[in-house]
């Protein structure tokens, strides 16, 4: 359990400022995460394996093949304006 001395600590380490009310009401969330951590470190996990990933997937890269692309030109021609090769839009600030 955190106590309001602790918090106060947490806080200046932190670098933060709260009120009394916001102390109150930290310490109060703090102290259901820690309750809530503690009911699950009463759970029995001995039979679980660990994981690096929750997905029991392998590799979802598609492998690198080099394939024809389009010519810069039959890009080009379905754009409204085009200068020295390169689509034209309007300006934005």
């Known amino acids: 359990m955190i106590d309001k001395q602790e918090l106060k600590k947490l806080e200046k380490l932190a670098k933060l400022k709260f009120d ?27 039979n679980i394996e660990p994981l690096s990933n929750i997905l029991s997937s392998i590799n979802f890269f598609r492998e690198d093949k080099v ?5 810069i030109g039959e890009i080009l021609k379905n754009a409204p304006e085009v200068f020295e090769r390169q689509f034209v839009v309007p300006k934005v600030i």
């Open 20 to 46: 009394e009310s916001e102390l109150e009401k930290f310490n109060d969330q703090l102290n259901d995460i820690l309750n809530y951590m503690k009911e699950l470190d009463e759970l029995d996990l001995s």
């Open 67 to 71: 394939k024809k692309t389009f010519e």
